[in-house]
């Protein structure tokens, strides 16, 4: 069945230092999309990409489609403490499919 | 709008015993899902449904029913509780199941289950 693979599990910065974290399909995917969900909390959605190719920007946030729509990132720049969290990709293989979420990538920030 | 609610937000259950999480939305959401999430295994779907009157299973729903009678409640069931049920359970609904713009999900706060 569809497979999505996220890295890094984790990542630990310096706060200032830009984080990047990878997303990759076993198929072609519909659409992609991205949560992110603090310690303690829930899941809340920051964006879907469904273009190839596609870039979109949220200020510090950088999220990326590849061409064959089968790989996703996402980019922050400068990291600061408010970014603390697990970060998801989230893709959908069909029209009319179920998402399947990768595993996350746990964000830590050092002040 | 209260969005997804979920209770109860903790539980401590004996094995054997049966219990069911509450799982509500105001928006009129068509797709409504469960979510276990274990640490370092992400979000797993354990069922969905599309309307009311209409379940379908996920990726890991042995031990787990669900019913969907209206369109506002999802309940999700466990008939016989294991140790191995221990997470944390997300409820989850968003418009529909297609992959059109803006096809955000919105997630509950959770129910925090521990299985002894």
């Known amino acids: 069945g569809q497979q999505v693979m996220q890295i890094p599990q984790y990542q630990h910065v310096q706060e200032g230092e830009d984080f990047t974290t990878y997303c990759n399909s076993s198929t072609t995917l519909s659409n992609i999309q991205w949560y992110k969900q603090r310690p303690g909390g829930h899941p809340v959605f920051l964006i879907q990409?469904?273009?190839?190719?596609e870039v979109k920007k949220q200020k510090r946030l950088t999220f990326q489609f590849g061409e064959a729509k089968k790989n996703s990132s996402l980019h922050i720049t400068a990291t600061q403490t408010t970014d603390v969290g697990t970060y998801f990709c989230?893709?959908?293989?069909?029209?009319?499919?179920?998402?399947?979420f990768g595993k996350g990538t746990k964000l830590s920030v050092k002040p | 709008n209260a969005g997804v609610t979920q209770t109860p937000k903790f539980q401590v259950l004996k094995t054997g015993q049966s219990m069911t999480l509450q799982c509500a939305q105001d928006?009129?959401?068509?797709?409504m899902s469960w979510y276990r999430q274990d640490p370092g295994m992400g979000l797993r779907l354990i069922h969905y449904s599309v309307g009311a009157g209409i379940t379908d299973q996920g990726e890991v729903p042995n031990g787990y029913n669900v019913s969907r009678s209206t369109t506002e409640d999802f309940p999700l069931r466990l008939l016989s509780a294991a140790p191995s049920q221990t997470s944390v359970y997300f409820c989850?609904?968003?418009?529909?199941?297609?992959?059109?713009?803006?096809?955000?999900?919105?997630f509950g706060p959770g129910t925090r289950l521990t299985v002894l």
């Open positions: 989850a609904s968003s418009y529909s199941m297609s992959s059109g713009s803006s096809n955000e999900q919105f």
């Open positions: 989230a893709g959908r293989g069909g029209s009319q499919g179920n998402l399947i």
């Open positions: 928006m009129n959401h068509e797709y």
């Open positions: 990409l469904v273009k190839s190719g």
